[in-house]
């Protein structure tokens, strides 16, 4: 009985929580970059290279045979692969510039002075009377 609550206290730390929100959520904004590329970056960009598709280069190392297929090294796909995954470092790169640009305006805001506190609010009333007297 002892292995099962050690594990409940493991699991409910706060760090796994946040980790496994951080995983979920990391997933789920993996495939909005992921859609942001293809479905918005892409095209314009394929546009200007004129409409180059990296996936289809490849070379054919062995002809394909009544019993085997070809064997082909697919570069192309691999430089495809690659090509994404600069897309979105950058992307990823823009957006974390732009939060970190937003947490330095709120940091930014300078704090209020905090409030004496009573004991210093006393002295400094002493310290004035005795001012006066003189």
């Given amino acids: 009985m002892g292995m099962i609550s050690e594990f409940k206290s493991f699991a409910m730390r706060g ?19 992921s ?6 970056i892409m095209p314009p960009i394929g546009v200007l290279i004129g409409g ?7 070379i054919t190392m062995k002809a394909a045979t009544a019993d085997a297929a070809a064997v082909t090294l697919n570069y192309g796909a691999f430089l495809q692969t690659v090509f994404d995954f600069l897309i979105i470092a950058f992307a990823i ?3 974390i510039k732009g939060m970190n640009r937003m947490r330095k305006k709120e940091e930014a ?13 006393l002295l400094t009333e002493i310290r004035d009377l005795l001012k006066n007297r003189n």
């Fill in 35 to 40: 859609s942001f590329v293809a479905d918005v």
């Fill in 109 to 121: 805001a300078p704090a209020a002075p905090p409030k004496p506190s009573n004991e210093e609010v």
């Fill in 52 to 58: 180059v598709d990296f996936s289809d280069l490849g």
């Fill in 15 to 33: 760090n796994v929580v946040d980790m496994a929100v951080g995983i979920i959520i990391g997933g789920a904004f993996g495939k909005i970059v």
């Fill in 93 to 95: 790169f823009m957006a």
